[in-house]
């Protein structure tokens, strides 16, 4: 065994092994019904039940068949339609391929030479994204992950703003600041901690009673700052907040940010999807007007993880090349023989790079614009549904009258205390009672849905299910229902 070849006839043999146990195991067995969404096991049982050891000499291809077979089965699916706790997991057999593609050929973003194909196809998709979110003058970069999007966001927003900092760092700028709403991501504050603002330039502005930036109060705190002698740098509107899918308005924050000369960056990492149904891309509205956007489109738009895209609207044509490179002598010769505005590598904080955008364009190629609009729109459709059943049900109360994404919020209430006074006590029962649901239903495996309390509002613990897997229909809706009533009805 061990053998290095790929035409070795025990190594075909074992690869053609290891594809059938992925597409019958963890493709077809981990998104159908039947099957459990997971089978929990606590971490020393895990341990005991895995072959972890490899300090012994070579495995045979049987053991890590065998191996492979009990990750998969230990795993979560969250392509399964019962798998409503993540905002990423959906899978489609189209970036599927891509993903294959993308690690066989195992190529280098960095420069052309080495990655011909995949930066002529980033190209492209970043003119397509940047279209579709309004960016004229767009660029864009893969990132790994949409934090990382976000922390970039921050980045060109500083560099733009103070070219030296590049040479000088930040020792000579003033002390700057940055405003978020309350339901903003924590990736701002990760962000200030990285590049070193410290979490004290971060500013929490308040929601509306629908998790939205309150304008006004953005508008107060910026103006209370620089009577402070800070200097406000960047405003962070979230288009599809983390936990009640909220969209900030864009247009009225940028008109703020132009008045006080402010960059403008979205975190539309949960909502971007938006930008690809004409149903539903009123809600990105004002887009066009920020400075940058970030969009997951391991996501709403369900590739693999990761998949995430920091856009840019820049007149300049430069900007991410002016802010990262570091013009390593070894990459990026100036004297090369083909046209060295290809070579990217330089536009980013990274060296090597994944290839990410194959996924992408395998699954838009695959589906075309108007499938991609049907499972976006379709996503919507099954979040209303469930909404609707959830409003008439007695046993459910819903966060919110109504949501703008695709996430469902809501409490359930045991029959022993429907139709009673909602004072402290009653809610401080109520906060107790997700989590113990949540616990039965990760060991029984049928259903998964995260549970959260939100302090800000004064919300205690409820589910939030985050409805985008394209294989969910009107039933697995209902599934959620009857299940959380099965679970639940005796507590
Ligand atoms: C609004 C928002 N921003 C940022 C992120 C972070 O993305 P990632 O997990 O890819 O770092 C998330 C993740 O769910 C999110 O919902």
């Not at 990132?143 to 970039?152: H, R, S, V, Y």
């Not at 733009?160 to 978020?180: A, D, H, N, Q, W």
């Not at 990760?190 to 004290?200: D, S």
Request: charge should be negative.
């Amino acid at each position: 065994m061990a053998s290095m070849n790929f035409e070795d006839p025990e190594v075909a043999k074992f690869l053609d092994q290891t594809y059938q146990l992925l597409k019958e195991d963890a493709l077809q067995k981990g998104t159908d019904r039947e099957y459990p969404v997971m089978n929990f096991k606590h971490p020393n049982e895990l341990k005991s039940l895995l072959d972890l050891d490899i300090t012994a000499g070579p495995a045979t291809y049987e053991q890590l068949l065998e191996e492979m077979k009990r990750m998969i089965q230990y795993s979560p699916k969250p392509g399964h339609p019962h798998y409503h706790d993540p905002f990423y997991g959906s899978l489609d057999a189209y970036s599927q391929a891509g993903s294959w593609l993308s690690s066989s050929l195992n190529v280098n973003l960095h420069t052309f030479e080495i990655s011909p194909v995949f930066i002529v196809l980033e190209k492209y998709i970043f003119k397509k994204l940047c279209d579709l979110v309004g960016f004229q003058h767009g660029d864009g970069m893969f990132c790994p992950g949409g934090t990382n999007c976000n922390f970039f966001g921050l980045h060109l927003a500083r560099f733009k703003k103070f070219p030296e900092v590049k040479k000088t760092g930040m020792f000579s700028l003033p002390t700057l600041r940055c405003y978020i709403s309350e339901d903003g991501h924590h990736s701002l504050l990760k962000a200030v901690n990285y590049l070193g603002f410290g979490g004290n330039s971060v500013v929490p502005v308040s929601t509306d009673d629908r998790g939205r930036m309150l304008v006004s109060d953005l508008e107060s705190s910026i103006t209370s700052d620089i009577e402070k002698g800070y200097m406000p740098l960047m405003v962070m509107a979230t288009c599809g907040s983390t936990v009640l899918g909220s969209f900030d308005d864009l247009t009225a924050i940028s008109k703020v940010c132009k008045t006080y000369n402010i960059w403008l960056h979205a975190d539309a990492n949960w909502g971007g999807g938006v930008a690809a149904s004409k149903q539903h891309r009123h809600l990105l509205k004002g887009s066009h007007l920020c400075d940058s956007l970030t969009w997951n489109l391991h996501q709403l738009n369900g590739l693999p993880e990761q998949c995430s895209v920091f856009l840019i609207n820049d007149p300049t044509g430069n900007a991410l090349e002016e802010a990262n490179s570091a013009r390593a002598e070894y990459l990026f010769q100036p004297d090369k023989h083909y046209d060295i505005s290809y070579d990217s590598g330089d536009k980013t904080v990274q060296c090597g790079r994944k290839s990410d955008v194959v996924k992408l364009w395998m699954q838009w190629r695959a589906l075309g614009d108007s499938g991609i609009e049907a499972r976006i729109d379709q996503a919507f459709e099954n979040a209303r549904y469930l909404t609707e059943k959830l409003r008439t049900n007695e046993g459910f109360k819903l966060v919110l009258p109504e949501f703008e994404c695709t996430n469902v919020c809501f409490w359930y209430i045991p029959h022993r205390l429907r139709g009673q006074l909602e004072d402290n006590k009653w809610w401080q029962e109520i906060g107790k009672i997700a989590p113990k649901i949540k616990e039965r239903m990760t060991r029984t495996g049928s259903l998964l849905i995260q549970y959260q309390p939100m302090s800000n509002k004064g919300f205690v613990n409820f589910f939030r299910a985050i409805i985008h897997n394209p294989l969910c229909r009107p039933r697995d809706m209902d599934f959620i229902v009857e299940e959380i009533e099965r679970l639940g009805h005796d507590l």
